[in-house]
Nanobody
């Protein structure tokens, strides 16, 4: 059974950093594009960042561009999201997902993790 498991969330002060990780198991995701989304209560899940299966192409939401960096290690079946200069508005549950190609659309993603909570205090 294909599974994505996120880790690395937590509580951090504004201006701080967190490194989120997503570990894939049950199948090889090396050929999949990987993405990060986030969601707050009452709002739709929104795109944060995505990376191609080679790692050569990345996309970012305007709200995180210049502060967040997505990367992957196909040998370890992991994808990471380095989140710097965090703001209170970055508070959300962050989800890892896998798609056949890089996309900012939720509907493009076939596999989803359970999410990890990120809370940024002001």
């Amino acid at each position: 059974q294909a599974q994505l498991v996120e880790s690395g969330g937590g509580l951090v002060q504004a201006g701080g950093s967190l490194r989120l990780s997503c570990k894939a198991s049950g199948r090889t995701f090396s050929w999949y594009a990987m993405g990060w989304f986030r969601q707050t209560p009452g709002k739709e899940r929104e795109f944060v960042a995505a990376i191609s299966w080679t790692g050569g192409s990345t996309n970012y939401a305007d709200s995180v561009k210049g502060r967040f960096t997505i990367s992957r290690d196909n040998a370890k079946n992991t994808v990471n999201l380095q989140a710097n200069s965090l703001k209170p508005e970055d508070t959300a549950v962050y989800y890892c997902a896998a798609a056949r190609s890089v996309s900012e659309r939720r509907s493009s993603y076939e596999y989803w993790g359970q999410g990890t909570q990120v809370t940024v205090s002001s």
